[in-house]
Structures are given as C-alpha cells and as structure tokens.
Nanobody, 124 residues
Framework: QVQLAESGGGLVQAGGSLRLSCAAS????????MGWFRQAPGKVREFVAA????????GYADSVKGRFTSSRDNAKNTVYLQMYSLKPGDTAVYHC?????????????????WGQGTQVTVAS
C-alpha cells in the first residue's frame, strides 16, 4: 500500500533552517503530485507548498513564499521541503501528501494519501 514517511523535523531557533523529507513507497512516484501541509495546535490544517510530478512547477502559501522551497528526486521517491528563516509561527506538525495527477494541488481535500507528519518547533 501507499506509504509516506516524513522526517527531518525538530527544534530550531528563530531564523534557523530545516529540511524536511518525505519518502514514498507503494506507488509510481513520478505519476504523483506532492504537497506539504501543516497543522498547529488548535488550528486547521493549512497548505504550505506543492510540487508537480516532475518538479517543474511549484506553489507556495503566501506565508512561506520566499522562505520555503519544495523539490523532489523521483529516482529516490522523495520530496523535500527546505525551510529558511524560520519563525515561531511556523511551529506545527508538517505532513506530506500525494495524489496521482499531473497538475499542482493546493487543496488538502484533493490529496488521497497522507503521511503521519513530523514536528517542527521554532523557538523565539
């Protein structure tokens, strides 16, 4: 079955950087668009970033634009989220998601597969 496994989260000081990874298995990875979402305690899940099947197109939430970059390595079945200039407001559980499509998806309801998430905590 399809499995998505995030890693790379942790505790970082404000202004620091982290790179999240999401390893996919059980699917033909290069048929799938990938997304990153986050959910902070007491808040709804929100879109962070999306990348199309071959990495040629990306999209970002306004709150992370210019600070976060998504990329993918289809040979490794892995998608990445590089995060720079982290702020306390970025603290959340970050989830990756997958959907078989050639497009770019920013709605969580459009994704059929989800990972368990990795915690990112940004200390002020």
């Amino acid at each position: 079955q399809v499995q998505l496994a995030e890693s790379g989260g942790g505790l970082v000081q404000a202004g620091g950087s982290l790179r999240l990874s999401c390893a996919a298995s059980g699917l033909t990875f290069n048929y799938y668009a990938m997304g990153w979402f986050r959910q902070a305690p007491g808040k709804v899940r929100e879109f962070v970033a999306a990348i199309n099947w071959r990495g040629s197109s990306t999209g970002y939430a306004d709150s992370v634009k210019g600070r976060f970059t998504s990329s993918r390595d289809n040979a490794k079945n892995t998608v990445y989220l590089q995060m720079y200039s982290l702020k306390p407001g970025d603290t959340a559980v970050y989830h990756c998601a997958a959907q078989r499509t050639y497009g770019l998806l920013s709605e969580s309801s459009a994704y059929g597969y989800w990972g368990q998430g990795t915690q990112v905590t940004v200390a002020s």
